[in-house]
């Protein structure tokens, strides 16, 4: 159960920081590109591979404070993050093929299922 509460109040300070960075940083460059969202989601990848590399793999932090950063607070602040790790971790693990699979259908079906959610959505 503390693992759980360490996921579910990490998750809760990143959505936060996710919303008051993002904000910040559209309002600041005010345009319609997703600078914000771009934004946190660069800062997620970076920090998850600080951490796994850092607090994972040299201090080998216990797992209580692993679920609080990575998965809670970078979960929260964004799910790019991991995904990222992956990417690199294929790509790390010399399996170029995995990483375009994993890329490629990564993008291209999370595109195509937010559309289908959208034409579902705007259908009911």
């Keep these: ?9 990490g998750g809760a300070i990143g959505s936060a920081l996710r ?3 993002s904000k910040v ?13 771009l934004f946190v989601n660069l800062v997620g990848a970076f920090f998850i591979g600080f ?5 994972v793999d040299k201090l ?5 404070a692993r679920a609080l950063l990575i998965t809670g607070l970078l979960g929260g602040l964004t799910t790019f993050s ?12 010399g399996e170029t093929l995995k990483f375009l699979a994993y890329t490629l259908g990564t ?8 559309f289908l959610g959208y034409i579902l959505g705007e259908s009911l």
């Design 107 to 114: 993008n291209v079906l999370g595109i195509f299922f937010t």
């Design 82 to 93: 991991t995904y990222s790790y992956e990417s690199f971790s294929l790509l790390r693990e």
């Design 25 to 37: 940083v559209q309002e600041h460059f005010g345009i319609s590109f997703p600078v914000g969202t």
């Design 19 to 21: 919303f008051l960075l």
């Design 51 to 55: 951490f796994f590399a850092y607090l």
């Design 60 to 64: 080998a932090v216990n797992p209580h």
């Design 1 to 9: 159960m503390g693992v759980v509460f360490a996921v579910a109040l």
